[in-house]
């Protein structure tokens, strides 16, 4: 899964000694009913309002570095809520970006401000920095630096190109062992999910509301597995194959980004008019690749090599409102020679700062813990150039990004199986399209979580996909939020077919046109998800 932890893009692992034993309180359901009121003296909520979210408060929480160790080290993570206003309360709702390794303090503030206000006011809408992120302590930041330009070119066309980017990966890996040996065999899903259940104890809640973006929709899946009986509402946008957790999970990415991509550069064939760059989309497509080609001789501006470039595209599989922008310094940079607009797109899209710094740190640890990885990298070098040769755009990119993973410090888990039978109906929402977390994903998810509903974009590409403007699907989130109502009949519950379908929002147009600019509210979702994930 790739997204970086600044927020979602959205997209999840566990290693070969242990076996999750699940709780004995996680056998069977309680019937849905009004979770309890009652607030916590652990939470001493204070005002961390801004200018967008006035009512955010804050507060911070001491859980176990191991939960099998209750009484042993304690670590902090940092929560966020915006408060309930109505006399009917439906409990917390508890809201998760994605990553691994992204931040939810803001998350809450966005989804307590974009959901009907009739909605949020009978919630407690509470985000949370999970353990390693952000405020939460400790906070991992393994390399500061790792990603600083110019990096070496991604394509690993000589030996020595594999050998410098593969030793990155491992600086990378070995830093992250020397500073957070302690900490790292503790930074995985499993953990996560009790933090979960530790913050729900600290709300005074006998159960829990909960909303996941991306990688959250697989914490969120982890979370109902081993407590079910604490699970009230359960809503999972853009979702992570929980049969894929993690090596597969990327290698399927390579493929989907490669089409969202292609997409991409169709669109910008379509638009000829604005760019300039050609109505076939294999030649626009050909223009990318000889962009890239130079840049990987000479980087733009001693910042944007090929490797940074990938970098700065790859948002535009997450959220198709970047196109614009990302055409504009495309067509500038082919046909004008100009690198201004490339280099400040890679400042807007690709570049890493300290949070990024601390995002990628987390996603490495959870993923590298959560699920075994090949060790012996022939392996990885055999599935990377055989995936190549059918979706090059973002092949080796990635694999660099997870090859930390190949000589991690940890050993892993063993991955969770989130089938449950034992849940109240959740609600599954995703795009035909989505790059970060493929549509098969979703469908395994409906298939493994029984009498859930599965709400399809039709034809969208995006990811993170409701409160991003689009009423159809907005409309079924309320709804399940206001009373439990999921859509469809048990014709399709279980047989991983849609129960309802929307569809997607129209593309975006060229800059100069009056209908370019996006949702807003999408435009702040994606900067809060982030990419990566």
């Not at 929560?79 to 390794?101: D, E, I, K, W």
């Not at 394509?155 to 990155?168: F, I, K, M, S, V």
């Not at 660099?400 to 989130?418: E, F, I, K, L, Q």
Request: hydrophobic share 40%; proline share 8%; aromatic share 10%.
């Amino acid at each position: 899964m790739r997204q970086r932890a600044a927020v979602l893009c959205g997209a999840a692992v566990i290693a070969a000694g242990s076996v999750t034993a699940l709780p004995a309180e996680a056998s069977t359901a309680r019937p849905a009913r009004t979770p309890a009121a009652a607030p916590s003296a652990d939470l001493q909520w204070r005002k961390c309002a801004t200018e967008d979210y006035p009512t955010l408060q804050c507060a911070s929480l001491k859980v176990p570095l191991d939960h099998a160790r209750p009484r042993g080290r304690q670590i902090t993570l940092a929560l966020s809520r915006v408060p309930h206003t109505a006399a009917a309360y439906q409990g917390p709702l508890l809201v998760n970006p994605g990553g691994p390794g992204g931040s939810g303090l803001t998350l809450a503030g966005f989804v307590a401000s974009s959901l009907p206000a009739k909605v949020a006011a009978q919630y407690d809408v509470v985000g949370f920095d999970p353990r390693g992120v952000g405020r939460s302590s400790p906070a991992l930041d393994c390399r500061p630096g790792h990603f600083d330009p110019v990096r070496p070119d991604s394509l690993p066309g000589t030996p020595q190109a594999e050998r410098a980017n593969l030793a990155r990966a491992e600086a990378f890996a070995d830093a992250c062992g020397d500073q957070y040996a302690d900490v790292l065999p503790y930074i995985d899903t499993v953990s996560a999910a009790r933090d979960v259940d530790a913050i729900r104890a600290a709300l005074g809640a006998e159960r829990i509301n909960y909303f996941g973006y991306s990688y959250g929709t697989y914490l969120g899946a982890v979370y109902a597995k081993l407590f079910p009986a604490r699970v009230r509402r359960l809503a999972l946008d853009s979702v992570v194959g929980p049969d894929d957790v993690w090596y597969d999970a990327n290698l399927n990415q390579d493929l989907a980004f490669n089409d969202r991509h292609r997409a991409f550069l169709a669109w910008v064939a379509r638009h000829d008019a604005a760019y300039g760059l050609g109505g076939d989309p294999e030649r626009v497509e050909r223009a990318w690749y000889a962009m890239r080609a130079a840049l990987a001789k000479e980087p733009a501006g001693g910042r944007v090599g090929a490797s940074e470039l990938e970098d700065t595209f790859i948002p535009g599989g997450y959220y198709n409102g970047y196109w614009p922008y990302l055409a504009e310094a495309f067509a500038a940079y082919a046909n004008d020679g100009d690198i201004g607009p490339l280099v400040e797109a890679y400042e807007n899209f690709g570049a890493q700062d300290a949070a990024g710094d601390n995002g990628y740190s987390v996603y490495t640890a959870v993923q590298c813990r959560d699920a075994a990885w090949p060790r012996d990298w022939e392996e990885w070098r055999d599935d990377n150039w055989g995936l190549y040769e059918k979706a090059p755009f973002m092949v080796w990119n990635n694999a660099w990004y997870n090859a930390p993973c190949a000589s991690w410090p940890t050993g892993p888990r063993r991955p969770v199986d989130v089938a449950n039978r034992a849940l109240p109906p959740a609600l599954l929402f995703q795009a035909t399209g989505d790059a970060a977390t493929p549509y098969g994903g979703a469908v395994a998810a409906h298939r493994l979580l029984r009498g859930s509903a599965l709400v399809v974009e039709e034809g969208g590409g995006n990811h993170g996909i409701t409160l991003s403007g689009n009423s159809c699907l907005d409309g079924h989130l309320a709804a399940y939020l206001a009373d439990g109502t999921v859509p469809g009949g048990p014709g399709a519950a279980g047989t991983g077919e849609p129960d309802a379908v929307c569809a997607a929002l129209p593309e975006p147009e060229p800059l100069e046109s009056k209908a370019a600019s996006t949702s807003s509210r999408g435009s702040t979702l994606h900067g809060l998800l982030g990419f990566r994930g």
